[in-house]
């Protein structure tokens, strides 16, 4: 049981490149999340999924979109990056059902991203 | 939106003394309510949930954390600090499929 697996784990991007995070889970879990984390400001959510086929927005999506065409997998894909996205990027799964809401959420170990 | 207010981004104590780290939401419905700690370079571990039920929930390494609907807060406290409890520390609201995260408290533990 890999639990929740991000990569890459570092990456160097220029202004206007693009490019995916992946992150995966075997826990079957329904919700899956993207955070971004940077220093004072804790963890804003970027996009979410309750379920595969289903995404919407988080605090800060501009700049982000995502999909999730299987309940194991949710990619991050960057358009065209910018330094303002220089980051560390978390993604998270957790139980979920309709009316019953959720549970504790579980953590991949984060990707640094940094956009020259 | 939510928000969630974690008072003092650094906190400093004596190994052996009380820790309390304060956190307080803004919801006119109570949230599932999370404390979560961060080691460096790592990702977010639980330390505790409240969802429903009994206040004060007890989590992992001898934290605790009392939910006051009143006050609307949700501190975080530990008798009794060890060095090993130096890490950052997010508190984090679930409400309406959202998660929304505090800003983070630095806990440093002085020998």
């Known amino acids: 049981n890999a639990g929740v697996t991000q990569t890459p784990k570092f990456q160097v991007l220029k202004t206007g490149q693009s490019m995916t995070l992946q992150c995966a889970q075997d826990m079957n879990h329904e919700y899956m999340s993207w955070y971004r984390q940077d220093p004072g400001m804790g963890l804003r959510l970027i996009h979410y999924s309750v379920g595969a086929g289903i995404t919407d927005q988080g605090e800060v999506p501009n700049g982000y979109n995502v999909s999730r065409s299987t309940t194991e997998d949710f990619p991050l894909r960057l358009l065209s990056a910018a330094p303002s996205q220089t980051s560390v990027y978390f993604c998270?799964?957790?139980?979920?059902?309709?009316?019953?809401?959720?549970?504790?959420?579980?953590f991949g170990p984060g990707t640094r991203l940094t956009v020259t | 939106a939510q928000s969630v207010t974690q008072l003092g981004s650094h906190v400093s104590v004596s190994e052996g003394a009380l820790v309390l780290l304060r956190c307080n939401y803004s919801s006119s419905v109570p949230p599932y309510l999370f404390w979560y700690v961060q080691y460096p370079n790592q990702g977010l571990q639980l330390l505790l949930k409240y969802t429903t039920g009994a206040t004060l929930v007890k989590g992992i390494n001898g934290f605790e954390a009392e939910f006051k609907k009143s006050e609307t807060s949700f501190h975080l406290t530990k008798p009794s600090a060890h060095m090993s409890d130096a890490a950052e520390y997010f508190c984090a609201v679930y409400n309406f499929n959202k998660f929304y995260f505090g800003s983070g408290t630095k806990l440093n533990v002085k020998p």
């Open positions: 998270a799964s957790t139980k979920y059902r309709v009316g019953q809401g959720t549970s504790e959420q579980y």
